[in-house]
């Protein structure tokens, strides 16, 4: 999901309203709707879709308890949070945090431990993706945030603009096309006419970035790690891109990103299944078709990838956890609800269960009948590694990025370039460090 600055740009924050007094779970006396307990829920687009989806189950299941959904900017949702906690006010009952900020919270603390009673989490550890559980577990145990969606990750593509290019197509044809990354640059190379204002793609950036989103920016130890041999490999690959220029060199979720995908410039596009919601949603431009005009397939070389994810977390401020734990619970750890989710936005459950549903081996019409959810499915149980993550990723990525940009626009050494970002990554990140490192000793 996770990872969306052009939110900000798009939608307006919602202002923050007051919970009612929380009557249903003090006990006090009344009319049956003064009893009730509304829980106050922070997310950013399109969760509230999501939630929508399964509302009525749940009030019906939960008719005492109201939801109040406040739908913020990505970035507020997280900047909002961090301030409350610090305050020790204004926080919600119920919060979503994305993969490339979870750590931030384990380390820092202030949410409810979800292992302990009345809430017993533990009882789904092994329904969950492995690697998204650890993510939310603190390294003294507590489980600070429940596993909502992961982010198995492909590249997103324009069947039409393949056509138009003289290229085939179909899935099957294209994943042969791509299977390694000087394979994926020819491809590019026969997309591309800038005369016409067609790129196969956005930013040769995505290139590096299949491996490093939100992810294996530290080594086990937690020492910097992006200037191993993958990334220099990578990045290297970037600038054959970038010089044959196969990119429009657009920044992913500009106003000029948006444009150039909405009106058909951008052939290629990387994104976590969640992508697949954002074309059938905010991303479609208005009274245009694409049904059926897009389709999918794996990354290069190494197809095991993940972009994104999010959790739901009770702040320690809430005064209504049993509630608040109750819709997590009813939303997140039951196959119906997570599906209607997924079949709503495309955010892909962490919760293994749900994959039992028919729907995972349905075809999709908008990808033009390819089955994109077995193909998600398989990403994510058979082909994605375990992978690192830390306090520090959400600095150490803008810093990585920024030096692998300053790599593609002015063609400097990828191997220099990498060690130079190590060395500030190590330089700024050292607060956070030791802070964090504290929880691990």
């Known amino acids: 999901m996770l990872h969306l600055a052009m939110l900000s740009a798009l939608l307006a924050t919602l202002l923050s309203a007051c919970a009612p007094p929380p009557t249903?779970?003090?006990?006090?006396?009344?009319?049956?709707?003064?009893?009730?307990?509304?829980?106050?829920?922070?997310?950013?687009?399109?969760?509230?879709?999501?939630?929508?989806?399964?509302?009525?189950?749940?009030?019906?299941?939960?008719?005492?308890?109201?939801?109040?959904?406040?739908?913020?900017?990505?970035?507020?949702?997280?900047?909002?949070?961090?301030?409350?906690?610090?305050?020790?006010?204004?926080?919600?009952?119920?919060?979503?945090?994305?993969?490339?900020?979870?750590?931030?919270?384990?380390?820092?603390?202030?949410?409810?431990?979800?292992?302990?009673?009345?809430?017993?989490?533990?009882?789904?550890?092994?329904?969950?993706?492995?690697?998204?559980w650890a993510q939310a577990t603190a390294p003294d145990g507590r489980l600070v945030a429940f596993p909502w969606d992961i982010g198995p990750a492909t590249f997103f593509y324009r069947r039409d603009l393949f056509e138009q290019a003289g290229l085939p197509s179909d899935p099957e044809s294209v994943a042969q096309m791509t299977r390694t990354w000087p394979d994926f640059i020819e491809v590019a190379k026969k997309l591309t006419d800038p005369a016409n204002q067609r790129w196969a793609l956005g930013n040769a950036s995505d290139i590096v970035y299949t491996n490093f989103a939100h992810r294996n920016l530290f080594d086990a130890d937690w020492n910097c790690a992006v200037n191993n041999e993958l990334a220099v490999r990578l990045l290297t690959y970037a600038q054959q891109a970038r010089n044959a220029g196969v990119d429009a060199k657009v920044a992913n979720w500009s106003p000029e990103w948006q444009t150039l995908l909405g009106n058909g410039s951008i052939a290629m596009q990387y994104g976590g299944a969640w992508f697949g919601g954002f074309l059938k949603g905010w991303l479609k431009p208005e009274g245009v078709d694409w049904e059926g005009k897009w389709g999918i397939f794996e990354v290069p070389e190494?197809?095991?990838?993940?972009?994104?994810?999010?959790?739901?977390?009770?702040?320690?401020?809430?005064?209504?956890?049993?509630?608040?734990?109750?819709?997590?619970?009813?939303?997140?750890?039951?196959?119906?609800?997570?599906?209607?989710?997924?079949?709503?936005?495309?955010?892909?459950?962490?919760?293994?269960?749900?994959?039992?549903?028919?729907?995972?081996?349905?075809?999709?019409?908008?990808?033009?009948?390819?089955?994109?959810?077995?193909?998600?499915?398989?990403?994510?149980?058979?082909?994605?590694?375990?992978?690192?993550?830390?306090?520090?990723?959400?600095?150490?990525?803008?810093?990585?990025?920024?030096?692998?940009?300053?790599?593609?626009?002015?063609?400097?050494?990828?191997?220099?370039?990498?060690?130079?970002?190590?060395?500030?990554?190590?330089?700024?990140?050292?607060?956070?460090?030791?802070?964090?490192?504290?929880l691990r000793r």
């Open 302 to 438: 190494d197809p095991g990838q993940n972009w994104g994810g999010s959790f739901l977390a009770i702040p320690e401020q809430s005064t209504k956890k049993e509630a608040a734990w109750k819709f997590i619970e009813f939303a997140l750890a039951r196959a119906d609800s997570q599906n209607k989710m997924f079949a709503a936005v495309d955010y892909f459950p962490a919760y293994i269960p749900a994959f039992e549903d028919p729907m995972y081996q349905e075809p999709d019409p908008f990808f033009g009948g390819q089955k994109t959810r077995a193909i998600w499915v398989d990403i994510a149980v058979n082909k994605t590694k375990p992978f690192i993550t830390t306090p520090m990723d959400a600095q150490a990525e803008q810093i990585f990025m920024s030096y692998v940009t300053r790599a593609l626009d002015q063609g400097l050494d990828p191997q220099t370039t990498l060690d130079e970002a190590c060395i500030e990554i190590e330089k700024q990140t050292a607060p956070d460090k030791e802070e964090a490192l504290k």
């Open 24 to 132: 249903g779970e003090s006990g006090a006396v009344g009319p049956a709707e003064a009893q009730a307990t509304t829980i106050t829920i922070w997310g950013w687009p399109a969760a509230d879709v999501a939630f929508e989806t399964f509302r009525p189950d749940f009030e019906a299941a939960y008719p005492d308890i109201k939801l109040d959904i406040q739908m913020m900017p990505f970035d507020d949702v997280h900047n909002k949070l961090l301030a409350s906690l610090a305050a020790g006010a204004g926080a919600p009952d119920v919060t979503m945090i994305e993969i490339n900020h979870i750590d931030r919270f384990v380390a820092k603390g202030g949410l409810t431990n979800l292992l302990e009673e009345p809430f017993n989490a533990g009882q789904y550890k092994d329904e969950m993706v492995a690697y998204k």
